[in-house]
């Protein structure tokens, strides 16, 4: 099972602390969202694809751009950390539905990373979600 460690805020995780503590379950939900190219600086790149995973009752909201030779197919775990328990993780089992939404952006890869990060973060926001985006693309990488 891969495993992606997410560093987040303090009050976010410690929230998620308490939860595990109460034993309340965290309700996530899990798709893609992809932003094709538009016009001439999309030539040669494929679509960027981010797979985010909604922590709902936690009003959190995760963002992964992965790099193409990993796969979220099946469960998945996240491993939540901050800087004040950085020893101590909170995992997290999740899986992607099917749903994919999709828009395009003129731009190459990272300006279209950029467009839906924004985009993302924004809708989350006015929905009083903390959204955390993580590009994971040159982890999966050898160098």
Known sequence: MIQIV???DPEDYWNLDSMK???IRVNFYGYTFE????GEAAVGSNAVRVRVVELLNAYIAVGLALPDNISLDGEFQLNFICQDNPSRDIPLVCKLSDEVKRTVYKGDDMERLEYVGFSL????ESKG???YLYDLRRSGQSR
């Open 6 to 8: 997410c560093f987040i």
């Open 21 to 23: 503590e109460q034993n």
């Open 35 to 38: 932003v094709e190219g538009l």
């Open 121 to 124: 973060e924004k809708f989350y």
């Open 129 to 131: 979600v903390t959204f």
